[in-house]
């Protein structure tokens, strides 16, 4: 009978998890399949036209990711303020979120257009590549303010424990965008501009429904919606951990991109399609890292420390199950996974080879990922940052020795995993200690 009330709490702490977490699975699992419905659509254009989709998401994904701490740091510090009883002044907090996620929007449209050879250049797309690649880049950068407010949106929500409306919001978005291309593409025939058009269409339009909703939630609590200098500046400065974290992290996306477009066109191609299951089953398993941040930031804001160990032990395991799921998944799957994407044999043949290595990974990934979000719901950013640059210097010399050595993807796979692994070793021995877990509304 000893162990009963342990038994209940982690049966208590179980459920929790799950109602957070299982949402934010499926509404994870619906943002990369954006750009994987696009692949399995573009795909059967030709391999000129997938690499230039490859490319264009790199560049897309770069430049909206640098800014996924409008999600997180929202998390995080909504999260905090309902742990200690103060709905409004949180409401108010995500709200700043999302006028500096239009800014930011704003800003970098302007900047992206004129850029848009110069960035499909630099990712080493080849001259049969490349103008698929702008055409699809300078019609997605439409969609960016969009992408920007439906990322702080959905931090606002997370924030407050909601992780049902952002999975209702991104299955509307990918139902859109799926019908969307399907139309565009080979409707009308429009090509690759066509997906790109969908795409823009479908962020925009999931955009002003999360607009919609905190809107509602600000008159439930009286919080006000005008922009406040204030605010914004809070919510900038509390970002730039995260955004140096975040683009330490694409660093090692871009070079892999980089090189695997310099590689060949099917090299590319292979990599895209390996890459987008490979963000799949990361933002799957980072539906547990959601659950960490909204559940820690909240533990930690009520100042329950205890509470905050003890659940984190909890997520720490489910991600090392369901990463070990994962392995089991993709190598039965593994035979099928390119014909959905490809009819060109030597792609087929790069993309069965790599995803094995995909496979293996799956372990590391999900307790990496388990343990970002529960630091980053402590607002533990400065650490992260550290150690995801210390993960980037791992990784850039040994993807440069296997390109130079022709290791081919392979080697390519095998620098990707040694970052993982470099992950999972500095993220493990911070867990381990209690500097991360500073208690209050606001951390200071």
């Known amino acids: 009978m000893v162990g009963s009330p342990l038994r209940r709490r982690a049966n208590a702490h179980d459920r929790e998890i799950l109602r957070l977490a299982v949402p934010a699975f499926g509404a994870l699992v619906a943002e990369p399949l954006f750009l994987l419905s696009d692949s399995a659509i573009v795909g059967h254009l030709g391999t000129a036209q997938l690499g230039g989709l490859g490319v264009a998401g790199q560049a897309l994904t770069t430049?909206?990711?640098?800014?996924?701490?409008?999600?997180?740091?929202?998390?995080?510090?909504?999260?905090?303020?309902?742990?200690?009883?103060?709905?409004?002044?949180?409401?108010?907090?995500?709200?700043?979120?999302?006028?500096?996620?239009?800014?930011?929007?704003?800003?970098l449209v302007a900047a992206g257009w004129p850029?848009?050879?110069?960035?499909?250049e630099a990712?080493?797309?080849?001259?049969?590549?490349?103008?698929?690649?702008?055409?699809?880049?300078?019609?997605?950068?439409?969609?960016?303010?969009?992408?920007?407010?439906?990322?702080?949106?959905?931090g606002v929500l997370r924030g407050l424990q909601d992780t049902r409306t952002p999975l209702a919001v991104s299955i509307g978005g990918f139902t859109l965008n799926l019908l969307l291309n399907v139309l565009f593409v080979l409707g009308l025939d429009w090509g690759?501009?066509?997906?790109?058009?969908?795409?823009?269409?479908?962020?925009?339009?999931?955009?002003?429904?999360?607009?919609?909703?905190?809107?509602?939630a600000a008159r439930r609590y009286g919080?006000?919606?005008?922009?406040?200098?204030?605010?914004l500046r809070t919510s900038a400065t509390a970002?730039?951990?995260?955004?140096?974290?975040?683009?330490?992290?694409?660093?090692?996306?871009?070079?892999?991109?980089?090189?695997?477009?310099?590689?060949?066109?099917?090299?590319?191609?292979?990599?895209?399609?390996?890459f987008q299951i490979w963000t799949l089953l990361v933002f799957a398993l980072d539906a547990l890292a959601i659950a960490g941040q909204a559940i820690t930031g909240r533990y930690l804001g009520a100042a329950d420390t205890?509470?905050?160990?003890?659940?984190?032990?909890?997520?720490?395991?489910?991600?090392?199950?369901?990463g070990a799921v994962f392995v089991v998944a993709i190598l039965v799957a593994r035979p099928w996974l390119p014909?959905?994407?490809?009819?060109?044999?030597?792609?087929?043949?790069?993309?069965?080879?790599?995803?094995?290595?995909?496979?293996?990974?799956?372990?590391?990934?999900?307790?990496?990922?388990?343990?970002?979000?529960?630091?980053?719901?402590?607002?533990?950013?400065?650490?992260?940052?550290?150690?995801?640059?210390?993960?980037?210097?791992?990784?850039?010399?040994?993807?440069?020795?296997?390109y130079r050595l022709d290791w081919g993807l392979l080697g390519l796979w095998t620098a990707i995993g040694l970052w993982m692994v470099t992950r999972f070793t500095t993220l493990g021995l911070r867990a381990r200690g209690d500097a991360w877990m500073v208690t209050g509304a606001v951390r200071r």
Not at 115 to 120: D, I
Not at 223 to 231: C, F, Q
Not at 249 to 256: E, F, K
């Open 63 to 107: 430049l909206v990711n640098l800014c996924v701490f409008l999600a997180y740091g929202t998390t995080a510090g909504v999260a905090r303020r309902v742990g200690a009883g103060d709905l409004p002044a949180a409401v108010r907090q995500g709200i700043d979120g999302m006028w500096l996620a239009l800014v930011i929007g704003a800003v």
């Open 115 to 120: 850029s848009v050879s110069w960035l499909v």
């Open 123 to 154: 990712f080493g797309a080849s001259p049969s590549v490349a103008p698929y690649g702008e055409t699809y880049l300078r019609i997605s950068l439409f969609g960016i303010p969009g992408m920007l407010v439906v990322l702080a949106g959905t």
């Open 192 to 216: 690759i501009a066509g997906s790109a058009w969908g795409t823009v269409i479908a962020q925009t339009a999931s955009a002003a429904v999360y607009i919609a909703v905190v809107l509602r």
């Open 223 to 231: 919080s006000p919606v005008r922009p406040d200098l204030a605010g």
């Open 239 to 274: 970002g730039v951990s995260l955004l140096l974290r975040t683009a330490a992290m694409r660093v090692v996306l871009i070079v892999g991109t980089a090189l695997a477009a310099r590689m060949g066109d099917a090299e590319i191609a292979a990599y895209q399609v390996g």
């Open 306 to 322: 205890a509470g905050t160990r003890a659940v984190t032990r909890r997520m720490v395991g489910w991600g090392a199950g369901c």
């Open 339 to 402: 014909g959905l994407f490809t009819t060109d044999d030597h792609v087929r043949d790069l993309l069965l080879a790599s995803l094995v290595i995909v496979a293996v990974l799956q372990p590391v990934a999900g307790v990496v990922f388990v343990l970002d979000g529960i630091l980053i719901g402590a607002g533990d950013g400065p650490y992260l940052a550290v150690t995801s640059l210390v993960a980037t210097l791992a990784f850039l010399p040994a993807a440069f020795v296997a």
